[in-house]
């Protein structure tokens, strides 16, 4: 590693973080040295957002000091610190919806576009070009409003508006799960620049794979423990595993049969399904006891079609209908026919952030802890929540905690078990382990598989090829909002196979 001659150029000192009772972080000694690209791995809840927003000024630590080029670190916000030097691309959301992508980009700093009293909206949108083409990006533009742009590009939003300031420390946070392969690849262009430049990134990704090809050294965080650092000549993936999780990860990752089996009865059929350049005339049938995997570039017009089953994108023409016939034309309709629906962009469409978890798995779970006379108890309704709670781990101090307060992970957790403890026949799954820990994810394919031999239907919109051929028993894959090409189940099947259709 190049870096350990060198001074770091961030230093945190044992660094404590307490939430009311939570430890977040306890005692955490973190360097991170000039030209060095570090990982940052770790369960759900291990403290990695924690650790590199203390650092990024989004909060500050309960005990312990920073040193930035070896002066006292302590900056006052986000904006202090990424004007100083350290910024981040945050886990979560962080644009702003109802205005424009220049106003994301240059917001809280308006000011410097004013022009007799009111702000030069050229001259902001030709700034924001020039920000957004700095990244490689020429698909969009300054003026287009937030709203328009698809998961992704908000996403690509926050890199420009962060490397407008040209930091010594660029943090990114689970960003690459919110990519798909184009994405990644300029934002892996752009930590190569980084890097060149003699300055550094912190990474966090729970994709083993992806973190031990594109960073020099890599750190492992359990429980608020920093437990080891490796670097690039000792990574190896069973060890970093087995210091993630504290033991050795056993038994089947993705389904172990390799038979295409489903049931004859159909559960939905999509018909001739049009809208907006997005999708055109596409037709699926869905049965009961199958796993339908739909993958894809981020554009190809899938999670529009997720959407669109669920009832909550109207087709410009086409049908969406139950087995029984009966037409979905919105979510209210489609849970009333016990279709559930997991977004990939479950801040802004799958969670009440403010309320609490109960809260939040309780409602579309009602009907299987009323009695059978229609009572609700309370005493019922926490026994259903506290099941999906133990099924998905999820890390909480209880029930009550808002759902805001938790990890990036927790929170999709949250969702899964909203929807999948709660008696959905049909399930429609847009990227449901986005963001969650192997060890999660692990638990998450067994319940899928479990529900597929219970007969329910299940479709799964993903961009990950190894999690499509793992668990699907068809996929379809789609490329401009047409399916192209259709694969059955097969032992042989590889993402070279898939990946010529899919662009
Ligand atoms: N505002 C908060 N209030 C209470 N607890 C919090 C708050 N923010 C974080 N925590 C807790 O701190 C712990 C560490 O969370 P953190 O977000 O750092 O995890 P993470 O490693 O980033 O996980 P993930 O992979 O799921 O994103 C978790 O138990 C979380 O619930
Ligand atoms: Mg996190």
Same mark, same amino acid.
């Given at each position: 590693?190049?870096?350990?001659?060198?001074?770091?150029?961030?230093?945190?000192?044992?660094?404590?973080?307490?939430?009311?009772?939570?430890?977040?972080?306890?005692?955490?000694?973190?360097?991170?040295?000039?030209?060095?690209?570090?990982?940052?791995?770790?369960?759900?809840?291990?403290?990695? &957002?924690?650790?590199? $927003?203390?650092?990024?000024?989004?909060?500050?630590? &309960?005990?312990?000091?920073?040193?930035?080029?070896? =002066?006292?670190?302590?900056?006052?916000?986000?904006?202090?610190?990424?004007?100083?030097?350290?910024?981040?691309?945050?886990?979560?959301?962080?644009?702003?919806?109802?205005? $424009?992508?220049?106003?994301?980009?240059?917001?809280?700093?308006?000011?410097?576009?004013?022009?007799?009293?009111? +702000?030069?909206?050229?001259?902001?949108?030709?700034?924001?070009?020039?920000?957004?083409?700095?990244?490689?990006?020429?698909?969009?533009?300054?003026?287009?409003?937030?709203?328009?742009?698809?998961?992704?590009?908000?996403?690509?939003?926050?890199?420009?508006?962060?490397?407008?300031?040209?930091?010594?420390?660029?943090?990114?946070?689970?960003?690459?799960?919110?990519?798909?392969?184009?994405?990644?690849?300029?934002?892996?262009?752009?930590?190569?620049?980084?890097?060149?430049?003699?300055?550094?990134?912190?990474?966090?990704?729970?994709?083993?794979?992806?973190?031990?090809?594109?960073?020099?050294?890599?750190?492992?965080?359990?429980?608020?423990?920093?437990?080891? !650092?490796?670097?690039?000549?000792?990574?190896?993936?069973?060890?970093?595993?087995?210091?993630?999780?504290?033991?050795?990860?056993?038994?089947?990752?993705?389904?172990?049969?390799?038979?295409?089996?489903?049931?004859?009865?159909?559960?939905?059929?999509?018909?001739?399904?049009?809208?907006?350049? #997005?999708?055109?005339?596409?037709?699926?049938?869905?049965?009961?006891?199958?796993?339908?995997?739909?993958?894809?570039?981020?554009?190809?017009?899938?999670?529009?079609?997720?959407?669109?089953?669920?009832?909550?994108? #109207?087709?410009? &023409?086409?049908?969406?209908?139950?087995?029984?016939?009966?037409?979905?034309?919105?979510?209210?309709?489609?849970?009333?026919?016990?279709?559930?629906?997991?977004?990939?962009?479950?801040?802004?469409? $799958?969670?009440?952030?403010?309320?609490?978890? #109960?809260?939040?798995?309780?409602?579309?779970?009602?009907?299987?802890?009323?009695?059978?006379?229609?009572?609700? !108890?309370?005493?019922?309704?926490?026994?259903?929540?506290?099941?999906?709670?133990?099924?998905?781990?999820?890390?909480?101090?209880?029930?009550?905690?808002?759902?805001?307060?938790?990890?990036?992970?927790? #929170?999709?957790?949250?969702?899964?078990?909203?929807?999948?403890?709660?008696? $959905?026949?049909?399930?429609?799954?847009?990227?449901?382990?986005?963001?969650?820990?192997?060890? +999660?994810?692990?638990?998450?394919?067994?319940?899928?598989?479990?529900?597929?031999?219970?007969?329910?239907?299940?479709?799964?919109?993903?961009?990950?090829?190894?999690?499509?051929?793992?668990?699907?028993?068809?996929?379809?894959?789609?490329?401009?909002?047409?399916? !192209?090409?259709?694969?059955?189940? &097969?032992?042989?099947? !590889? =993402?070279?196979?898939?990946?010529?259709?899919?662009?």
């Amino acid at each position: 590693m190049q870096g350990i001659m060198n001074k770091p150029i961030l230093e945190m000192k044992n660094i404590t973080k307490k939430f009311g009772t939570v430890t977040a972080l306890k005692n955490v000694n973190l360097e991170v040295y000039p030209g060095e690209i570090r990982g940052l791995i770790g369960e759900n809840g291990s403290g990695k &957002s924690t650790i590199s $927003s203390i650092a990024a000024g989004m909060q500050k630590p &309960s005990e312990g000091r920073m040193l930035f080029h070896g =002066e006292m670190w302590q900056p006052e916000s986000m904006v202090d610190a990424l004007n100083k030097g350290i910024g981040m691309v945050v886990q979560e959301s962080g644009t702003i919806s109802g205005i $424009s992508v220049a106003e994301n980009i240059f917001l809280g700093e308006l000011g410097n576009f004013r022009r007799h009293f009111a +702000v030069d909206k050229k001259k902001l949108c030709e700034e924001a070009d020039k920000a957004l083409a700095n990244i490689g990006i020429t698909e969009f533009k300054g003026r287009d409003i937030i709203d328009t742009l698809s998961f992704q590009e908000r996403k690509l939003v926050e890199i420009a508006k962060v490397m407008l300031k040209n930091p010594d420390i660029l943090v990114i946070d689970e960003t690459s799960t919110a990519l798909s392969h184009d994405g990644r690849q300029i934002m892996y262009r752009m930590m190569d620049k980084i890097r060149e430049a003699g300055h550094s990134v912190i990474f966090i990704s729970h994709d083993l794979d992806e973190i031990m090809e594109v960073c020099d050294t890599l750190t492992v965080l359990r429980d608020g423990n920093l437990i080891r !650092t490796f670097t690039k000549d000792e990574f190896d993936e069973d060890k970093i595993r087995t210091s993630m999780i504290g033991r050795e990860l056993n038994g089947d990752y993705y389904r172990a049969d390799f038979s295409a089996a489903h049931r004859e009865e159909k559960a939905l059929t999509a018909a001739k399904l049009c809208y907006a350049n #997005k999708i055109k005339n596409l037709s699926l049938t869905l049965h009961k006891g199958e796993i339908l995997g739909v993958g894809g570039l981020s554009d190809c017009g899938m999670h529009e079609l997720g959407e669109m089953l669920f009832g909550a994108i #109207k087709p410009e &023409s086409g049908t969406v209908r139950t087995a029984e016939g009966r037409e979905i034309k919105s979510p209210h309709q489609a849970v009333a026919e016990k279709i559930g629906y997991v977004s990939k962009d479950r801040d802004r469409k $799958s969670l009440c952030l403010e309320a609490s978890i #109960k809260d939040n798995i309780s409602v579309a779970g009602m009907n299987r802890y009323m009695t059978k006379t229609g009572l609700i !108890t309370g005493r019922r309704e926490r026994a259903y929540v506290e099941e999906q709670i133990d099924a998905l781990k999820i890390k909480c101090s209880d029930q009550n905690q808002a759902v805001s307060q938790l990890s990036g992970g927790n #929170k999709q957790k949250v969702v899964f078990g909203k929807w999948i403890g709660c008696g $959905s026949e049909i399930l429609i799954l847009d990227c449901p382990t986005r963001g969650v820990d192997i060890g +999660v994810k692990q638990a998450m394919y067994q319940l899928m598989t479990r529900l597929k031999e219970e007969g329910k239907a299940i479709l799964m919109i993903s961009e990950e090829l190894p999690e499509l051929i793992g668990m699907s028993d068809r996929i379809l894959i789609m490329k401009d909002g047409e399916v !192209t090409k259709e694969f059955e189940r &097969s032992k042989d099947l !590889t =993402e070279a196979d898939i990946i010529n259709y899919m662009i």
